[in-house]
């Protein structure tokens, strides 16, 4: 329905920035939210961030909040997350995706890597 790619992951180190983005196409007009999870080596996924499309209204972890901006250009059906500060335990690969509505995430993107080094 809703085609994800994800973009601009890297390595940095602590205290650096970096900003994911996400290209959607498709169906995008049936997406509520669209977020950004994470997952770590060893760890379950979890949730990052994410924004109600059609008013910007925006949610975030508590691990990120301060640090992490989520926005959205409708323009162009992308997503972006503003990473600041960056710790080693943000190192994870990161995913967007999108819900129908609520917070029932079922569309992913491939994911893309970020590594913070000490």
């Known amino acids: 329905q809703v085609q994800l790619v994800e973009s601009g992951g890297g390595s940095v180190q602590a205290g650096g920035s970096l900003r994911l983005s996400c290209a959607a196409s498709?169906?995008?007009?049936?997406?509520?939210?669209m977020g950004w999870f994470r997952q770590a080596p060893g760890k379950g996924r979890e949730f990052v961030a994410d924004?109600?499309?059609?008013?910007?209204?925006?949610n975030y972890a508590d691990s990120v909040k301060g640090r992490f901006t989520i926005s959205r250009d409708n323009a162009k059906n992308s997503m972006y997350l503003q990473m600041n500060s960056l710790k080693p335990e943000d190192t994870a690969v990161y995913y967007c995706?999108?819900?129908?509505?609520?917070?029932?995430?079922?569309?992913w993107g491939q994911g893309t890597q970020v590594t913070v080094s000490s």
């Open positions: 498709g169906r995008t007009f049936s997406s509520y939210a």
């Open positions: 924004i109600i499309w059609s008013i910007g209204s925006t």
């Open positions: 995706a999108t819900s129908r509505a609520g917070r029932t995430y079922d569309n």
